[in-house]
């Protein structure tokens, strides 16, 4: 009874690593990655990489998509499409484009393409409920879109126009995002995040219609940490970054503003993108000049900041840099110096350390597939 019983033990130990060699065999090695381009240099458009997660290295370059400027890139959730802004005045008469693409095999594959109502447009999101908006720079507005159930562009779209809201700043709408509480805007040239509330099938002011940062800040990308109650907001010149409170009543109040650059540093510098690391422990923040990547950690009770360091992003002008689905790597796409910088990061002290470094004419935008 007992050799029967030993035999047995080791027979289910014997198909328990073998499951678990099997399980380990299939897990992924290599992450897909789009990368968007400006494309009045080397650059055609959209390409693919594949980043291989032993080594830090990006593999093979391939063009996805011939496309002008396409600056911004957003996957869809269900990663069943793909959608690239256009940064352009020429796409029609009104300004850039915004074109949808469905994803197949991990190749691109044209939907269709429509205008954002305005100039230069820099940046697309997507809601969960079947919306696309796409910020114009230029135009100073905002386009919203509803989307067909196979993902591409329905109809015309809704325009929030900035432009009237004040007669003496120039409204730059540099980002716009959905949430759960609605839209927000952030407008460079009018320091604020501007807010909207969905009314049947139109957004229209919100409750709180401006969250205001100082004259002169710039705000220009934004993120939410701690299930939306902490909203930090990166402010490209005058290179900070706000944090803000969200309040009984549900609007956003200023409760600290750190600076982005080095003690001393006097040389002109302008700040780019933000993210949250995926534990909501570390925030990082990209500076164009100084060439950074900032670090902050992140009190996990009161959201507030608190300067790990900075990084070089070993190259110029670093636009917008992605962090991998796992938070394991971060990546930087520095548009001046033609080259993207692929950093290990320590899930623990939120450092980074260079891994690898790969040449592409004016990366812009890392979007990752898985």
């Given at each position: 009874m007992k050799k029967t019983l030993l035999l047995g033990l080791v027979l289910m130990a014997g198909i328990a690593c073998k499951e678990k060699a099997e399980k380990k065999s299939e897990e992924k090695t290599t992450h897909t990655l789009f990368v968007g381009t400006y494309t009045n240099g080397d650059s055609e458009g959209i390409y693919k990489y594949t980043l291989d997660v032993a080594t830090g290295a990006l593999g093979t370059q391939e063009l996805a998509a011939k496309l002008k400027n396409p600056s911004y890139l957003k996957i869809s959730e269900d990663k069943d499409n793909l959608y690239a802004i256009q940064e352009t005045g020429d796409f029609d008469s009104l300004g850039g484009g915004v074109t949808a693409f469905r994803l197949k095999d991990g190749a691109l594959e044209v939907q269709n393409s429509k205008g954002t109502q305005g100039n230069g447009p820099c940046h697309v999101s997507l809601s969960e409920d079947g919306y696309l908006a796409a910020a114009n720079y230029g135009g100073g507005n905002v386009a919203l879109y509803q989307l067909n159930d196979d993902g591409s562009l329905a109809g015309e779209p809704q325009v929030i126009d900035h432009k009237i809201l004040d007669t003496t700043r120039t409204s730059r709408a540099h980002m716009a995002k959905f949430t759960k509480d609605g839209l927000f805007v952030a407008d460079l040239g009018l320091d604020g995040i501007k807010r909207y509330k969905r009314k049947g099938d139109q957004y229209v002011v919100g409750d709180q219609a401006s969250i205001d940062l100082a004259a002169g800040a710039g705000p220009?990308?934004?993120?939410?940490?701690?299930?939306?109650?902490?909203?930090?907001?990166?402010?490209?010149?005058?290179?900070?970054?706000?944090?803000?409170?969200?309040?009984?009543?549900?609007?956003?109040?200023?409760?600290?503003?750190?600076?982005?650059?080095?003690?001393?540093?006097?040389?002109?510098?302008?700040?780019?993108?933000?993210?949250?690391?995926?534990?909501?422990?570390?925030?990082?923040?990209?500076?164009?000049?100084?060439?950074?990547?900032?670090?902050?950690?992140?009190?996990?009770?009161?959201?507030?900041?608190?300067?790990?360091?900075?990084?070089?992003?070993?190259?110029?002008?670093?636009?917008?840099?992605?962090?991998?689905?796992?938070?394991?790597?971060?990546?930087?796409?520095?548009?001046?110096?033609?080259?993207?910088?692929?950093?290990?990061?320590?899930?623990?002290?939120?450092?980074?350390?260079?891994?690898?470094?790969?040449?592409l004419g004016s990366p812009v935008c890392i979007a990752f597939l898985n």
């Open positions: 220009r990308h934004f993120t939410f940490g701690k299930d939306g109650s902490i909203l930090y907001v990166i402010n490209e010149l005058n290179s900070t970054v706000s944090v803000f409170e969200k309040d009984s009543q549900g609007s956003y109040q200023e409760i600290q503003t750190e600076s982005t650059l080095a003690e001393g540093y006097t040389e002109k510098s302008y700040c780019a993108d933000i993210h949250l690391s995926p534990d909501g422990k570390f925030l990082y923040g990209s500076n164009r000049g100084e060439n950074t990547i900032v670090i902050f950690d992140v009190d996990q009770e009161s959201g507030k900041l608190t300067l790990v360091g900075r990084e070089s992003v070993r190259g110029d002008w670093p636009r917008n840099f992605s962090l991998d689905p796992t938070g394991e790597f971060l990546l930087v796409a520095n548009q001046r110096s033609d080259n993207i910088i692929v950093f290990k990061r320590d899930a623990e002290k939120g450092t980074l350390q260079f891994l690898s470094e790969t040449n």
